[in-house]
């Protein structure tokens, strides 16, 4: 973290005494394993969102996926 403004957060003391070997173990301060939690947290949260995106799509975007899907490899973008 550079130049990174800080603040405390209060916790319990059981809390904090969760966190400190964690963070020690996978050589971060408290701050880096909380952060670090959260990152997951949120990929966890938008992948559980695509997820339920991609099982609500109904028969029509399905056809229009394949449509697209099978277009010929020159006319696909970054190809």
Same mark, same amino acid.
């Given at each position: /973290? &550079?130049?990174? /403004?800080?603040? &405390? %957060?209060?916790?319990? %003391? *059981? @809390? !904090? #005494? +969760? %966190?400190?070997?964690?963070?020690?173990? +996978?050589?971060?301060?408290?701050?880096?394993?909380?952060?670090?939690?959260? =990152?997951?947290?949120?990929? +966890?949260?938008? /992948?559980?969102?695509?997820?339920?995106? %991609? !099982?609500?799509?109904? !028969?029509?975007?399905? #056809?229009?996926?394949?449509?697209? =899907?099978? @277009?010929?490899? *020159?006319? +696909?973008?970054? *190809?």
């Amino acid at each position: /973290m &550079t130049n990174v /403004m800080a603040t &405390t %957060i209060k916790v319990s %003391i *059981e @809390l !904090r #005494d +969760r %966190i400190n070997p964690h963070a020690r173990k +996978r050589g971060v301060t408290a701050a880096g394993l909380i952060e670090g939690l959260l =990152d997951g947290h949120e990929s +966890r949260t938008r /992948m559980e969102s695509f997820g339920r995106a %991609i !099982r609500g799509a109904n !028969r029509k975007y399905w #056809d229009e996926f394949r449509q697209w =899907d099978a @277009l010929p490899s *020159e006319t +696909r973008v970054g *190809e």
